[in-house]
């Protein structure tokens, strides 16, 4: 009994054991749980809240995305030529990280090469030192800056963008002798460029180092002209390598699409070669604009501003001048310095700037075309009115008469008269009995307290410019009237000007102007398109009817009589506007043409011509500082080229068709009986040299273009001289002089400038230099001017 209950105390203790091994497992669970909670959270973070990150970490790793540029819209002109356009280049990119598998691979291959492994050796190592220094030889940057960028933890590393084809070929070179496939790659790009460098430039506007647009049409219409960027995404292995044959997906890019504007590159080219030739002429100091407009639409036909730039690099500046201050403060302050950087920073943007929709200027007599129509409409004045000048006026209130530009008065005259003398005293009366009330209302009507809102950046809003309705119609608003009625004291933007300016000469209709006609796709499908809107009538067809026939007589012995041109009846306004700094002065002509149908309206300006000293009226090239003088000259030459190009067919008076030009017909081989007829037939005169009976040569040759009325050399049984002959100088010479001197010289002369010839009529220009030596019979065109103060046309 004693033993059986010793064996039953031995059994095992299954329930201790259980609890132990319960006990453990819970204990392993619990270890476990806290063991792999760490774990937990890491793969949370990385599978859930930065999902996105590790994503692109192995995508990154996994393979290659390259973009691939769209290529940006082409810029039009009128005509279809193009004004911006892009072409293929290239950005230069490294990877540090495949070159680090580049240099560990070339390693490897060199072991190999020494051990015997390998019969060839690797060529040379690509050392980032190498490396560096071979890609700053090629893209013209410092070792040390790529040497920097070479360290970089990545696997996109931008060197250089938008490089040329040739560069781009010794980049190629240099990757595969440096066998830096994996590492090196020169990916295909859009580069903008612009073929005519600084036309129109603050029109297109540039685009900056990430080819958007930073200014102009480029700016504007970016989004239409950028495109969709594209991209290109292969697959690679551990080492970097490209897998093509495993992965590769192409999304295609989205090319811009074209803006076609309303500029003709040819009158732009016109308007900017007038500016440039009259700012040196004239000794002109802060540049000045011309604007050209389809009155009858509101398109923009040109658009120039002087200074300007070149928009292939629009950073530089281009000003002599302005190139040497800066370079003064360079060497005082030093290149880093603020005064530097605010300098150069102003350069660029007073080139960048365009005058003519930036700036605000008080127009002068310009804007009597203006008061012209409203006093017309109005019907408070009339064809037959007749005002008298005594050369100034005594406004109550003011110390000082209001004088006109004639100081001994231009006495008794009509309207049309008073118009073409560009008389102060008149204009004042004409603005006394149009009222202040009615003033005002048609400086809104024709939009002067408004912007225009043509789609162009950076319009000014003159409204706070001008005299608020209440200030100018009450009791203290009278002086107010009396000088705007002559375009003084208030400001205008040019734009304004010549806007309102073609609403008087298109039948009075207010016209929005616009330089977009059209966005088109690639395929030439029109997007979108501008249509004219006209915005209000002003006047009445007649009443622009009669402003034409009025202005027109400016031109026809008026104070722009210098903006003649032979075949075209031009009208327009003269304008010198003094501003408020001392010898300031401002000149200019607004013009359209033909006066009976204008095709085009004009606004040229020069700001600042330079006065000999203080209170003088002359520059030092003795020209008299007035826009009939110095603007109605280029402007008269700036129509002519217009017409010729827009087609126009001159209309000739009988005294102008007797000076028309002729061309010279074959006389040689003739008998000189028919050879003189023939010549005589075509309007000209025959001198003959020699004693034949058959005409051996002739001066000028046939298809010669020369005056008609002029002499024609026939040469019968001798040769006809082959000597070259000195142009002779005839700046400053009569018409008559200048004549005889050139034929003196055995030369033609062809006249240009005013109509008629009066005692102060001196030639201004020549078309080829004194000292040249050209042929015999060589045709000289010769600009004439009347430079006189009386007829200068100053506004106030």
């Known amino acids: 009994m004693a033993i059986e209950k010793k064996k039953n105390n031995q059994q095992p203790d299954r ?74 280049a290239y950005d230069i990119i490294v990877s540090p990280r495949d070159l680090n598998t580049v240099q560990e691979n070339y390693r490897k291959k060199a072991e190999d090469y020494a051990s015997g492994k390998r019969k060839e050796p690797p060529g040379p190592e690509p050392t980032d030192e190498a490396v560096a220094a071979k890609l700053a030889e090629i893209l013209g940057m410092d070792k040390d800056t790529i040497l920097l960028r070479l360290q970089k933890d990545t696997s996109y590393v931008k060197l250089a963008g938008k490089v040329e084809d040739e560069v781009n070929d010794q980049i190629l070179a240099f990757k595969l002798e440096y066998s830096l496939s994996n590492a090196l790659y020169s990916t295909p790009t859009s580069k903008r460029y612009y073929p005519y460098n600084s036309l129109a430039a603050q029109v297109i506007g540039f685009v900056n180092s990430e080819n958007q647009g930073a200014y102009g049409m480029e700016a504007i219409y970016n989004d239409e002209l950028a495109g969709e960027t594209g991209r290109v995404v292969t697959a690679k292995n551990g080492k970097g390598t490209e897998m093509l044959s495993r992965y590769e997906n192409y999304y295609d890019a989205t090319n811009g699409n074209n803006l076609n504007l309303t500029i003709d590159a040819s009158i732009q080219y016109y308007c900017e070669r007038i500016l440039d030739k009259g700012i040196e002429m004239f000794d002109v100091q802060n540049g000045g604009f011309a604007i050209a407009m389809d009155p009858k639409t509101g398109a923009i036909l040109a658009w120039a501003n002087s200074p300007t730039y070149d928009l292939n690099s629009p950073s530089a500046v281009n000003s002599e001048k302005t190139l040497a201050e800066l370079e003064t403060i360079k060497n005082t302050y030093g290149a880093d310095s603020d005064e530097y950087k605010e300098a150069l920073g102003n350069a660029r943007l007073s080139q960048w700037r365009n005058k003519a929709i930036n700036d605000t200027y008080e127009p002068g007599s310009t804007f009597k075309s203006i008061v012209l129509a409203a006093a017309l409409e109005e019907g408070v004045v009339s064809e037959s009115d007749h005002f008298n000048c005594t050369g100034s006026v005594t406004v109550p209130g003011l110390t000082k008469p209001i004088r006109c530009s004639r100081r001994d008065g231009h006495g008794d005259q009509d309207l049309a008269k008073a118009v073409a003398n560009s008389c102060n005293p008149a204009f004042m009366a004409i603005g006394e009995r149009l009222g202040a009330e009615k003033f005002y209302d048609y400086m809104e009507d024709f939009g002067f307290l408004d912007k225009t809102g043509i789609d162009m950046q950076g319009e000014q809003d003159t409204s706070v410019l001008i005299w608020p309705r209440e200030n100018f119609t009450g009791p203290y608003g009278y002086t107010s009237l009396l000088t705007a009625s002559f375009g003084q004291r208030f400001q205008v933007t040019p734009i304004q000007l010549i806007t309102a300016a073609s609403a008087v000469v298109n039948g009075g209709h207010l016209m929005k102007p616009y330089v977009l006609q059209s966005i088109t796709d690639a395929d030439g499908n029109v997007l979108k398109s501008t249509e004219s809107t006209e915005v209000r009538q002003v006047i009445s067809e007649e009443t622009s009817e009669r402003c034409r026939k009025i202005l027109e007589g400016v031109v026809d012995g008026g104070t722009g009589h210098n903006a003649y041109q032979a075949g075209y009846h031009i009208g327009g306004k003269t304008g010198s506007s003094e501003t408020l700094e001392d010898d300031h002065t401002i000149v200019s002509f607004l013009g359209f043409a033909p006066a009976e149908d204008p095709q085009v309206v004009i606004l040229l300006a020069y700001d600042n011509p330079k006065p000999t000293g203080p209170n003088s009226n002359y520059t030092a090239g003795g020209w008299y500082i007035s826009g009939g003088v110095m603007a109605a000259r280029m402007a008269g030459e700036l129509l002519g080229n217009i017409l010729d190009h827009l087609g126009i067919e001159k209309q000739y008076t009988a005294e102008e068709l007797s000076r028309a030009d002729v061309l010279v017909p074959n006389a040689v081989g003739l008998p000189a009986a028919d050879a003189q007829k023939a010549v005589e037939a075509q309007g000209l005169t025959v001198r003959t040299v020699g004693s034949g009976e058959t005409v051996t040569g002739q001066i000028p040759v046939q298809g010669a273009s020369i005056p008609g009325g002029s002499q024609v050399v026939l040469y019968l049984g001798e040769e006809k001289p082959t000597d070259q002959v000195e142009v002779p100088n005839v700046q400053g010479k009569t018409p008559a002089a200048a004549k005889q001197a050139l034929v003196d010289a055995g030369l033609y002369l062809k006249a240009g400038g005013v109509a008629d010839y009066t005692e102060n009529t001196r030639a201004a220009g020549q078309s080829i230099a004194a000292g040249t030596l050209v042929e015999r019979g060589t045709v000289v065109e010769v600009q004439f001017t009347d430079n006189t103060a009386s007829t200068a046309g100053a506004g106030f």
């Open 15 to 88: 329930r201790g054991n259980r609890t132990i091994l319960g006990r453990t497992i819970a204990l392993m669970v619990l270890f476990g749980i806290v063991i792999f909670i760490p774990l937990l959270m890491k793969l949370y973070d990385i599978q859930i809240v930065n999902h996105e990150h590790y994503e692109e970490l192995a995508i990154d790793q996994q393979t290659r995305d390259v973009a691939v540029a769209a290529n940006r819209g082409t810029i039009y002109d009128s005509k279809g030529t193009p004004l911006a356009q892009s072409a293929t």
